[in-house]
């Protein structure tokens, strides 16, 4: 059975620090995507992450993806406090194509502090 | 906004009763798929369906049931309510399996079961 973890679950940061956010997932998996969720609201895609290596950047975030390790991070440089939300990631639970059956993880509570 | 619609916004219900979920997909995304997020945790997965048939299916009794139709709009059905299906309830939309694609959600149904 599929599982993803996160850690921390809960990070509380002051506004222009840096952070990584880990996500490690059990089985072999090449598609890893991250969400953001606001309270009370659905989520946002972030990233979709499709091979070993691969990393993407938008604004303050960063995300990469090790498929031998089964880890993914997610980097914040210089956070600032619109960047406050819940941070899932999610692995396809196939392997060598697309199913969009996501196993999310627990996710990351963000609180940035200015 | 990413072009995938629920309803209703929010839902009140007794135990015992049946509910009724709707999602309409992104226009050209024929695979929806529905997740079940209680409070403070992450979606899990309950199915999905790709032309009308379901494909796949997460470890949800079957009181949980669906329908695809065939303008790719979809429908949540859960029998015979239980306090524990108090949660947000997210449909996603995708196109073609295999193909390099995200899935984007909907905005969620709010259930409350008493």
């Known amino acids: 059975e599929l599982k993803v973890e996160q850690n921390p679950l809960f990070l509380s940061m002051q506004e222009g620090k840096n952070y990584t956010i880990y996500c490690n997932y059990s089985?072999?998996?090449?598609?890893l995507y991250w969400y953001r969720q606001d309270p009370g609201k659905s989520l946002e895609s972030l990233f979709v992450?499709?091979?070993?290596?691969a990393v993407k950047q938008e604004g303050r975030l960063m995300a990469s993806l090790d498929t031998k390790a089964r880890l993914s991070t997610l980097h914040i440089t210089a956070a600032v406090h619109d960047l406050s939300a819940t941070y899932f990631c999610?692995?396809?639970?196939?392997?060598?194509?697309?199913?969009?059956?996501?196993?999310f993880g627990t996710g990351t509570l963000l609180a940035v502090q200015p | 906004e990413t072009g995938v619609t629920q309803s209703p916004t929010h839902l009140i219900k007794t135990r015992g009763q049946q509910v009724t979920l709707r999602c309409s997909s992104q226009?050209?995304?024929?695979?929806v798929s529905w997740y079940q997020q209680a409070l403070g945790q992450g979606p899990q997965f309950i199915f999905q369906?790709?032309?009308?048939?379901?494909?796949g299916r997460g470890n949800f009794p079957p009181r949980f049931s669906g329908l695809q139709f065939p303008n790719y709009s979809s429908e949540l059905n859960v029998n015979a309510l239980e306090l524990d299906d108090s949660a947000l309830y997210l449909c996603?939309?995708?196109?073609?399996?295999?193909?390099?694609?995200?899935?984007?959600f909907g905005p969620g149904t709010r259930l409350l079961v008493l």
């Open positions: 999610a692995v396809d639970g196939s392997y060598g194509g697309a199913t969009n059956k996501l196993i």
């Open positions: 369906y790709y032309r009308e048939e379901e494909n």
């Open positions: 996603a939309s995708s196109t073609t399996q295999g193909v390099q694609e995200t899935q984007y």
């Open positions: 089985t072999t998996s090449d598609r």
């Open positions: 226009s050209g995304h024929n695979t």
């Open positions: 992450l499709l091979s070993n290596g």
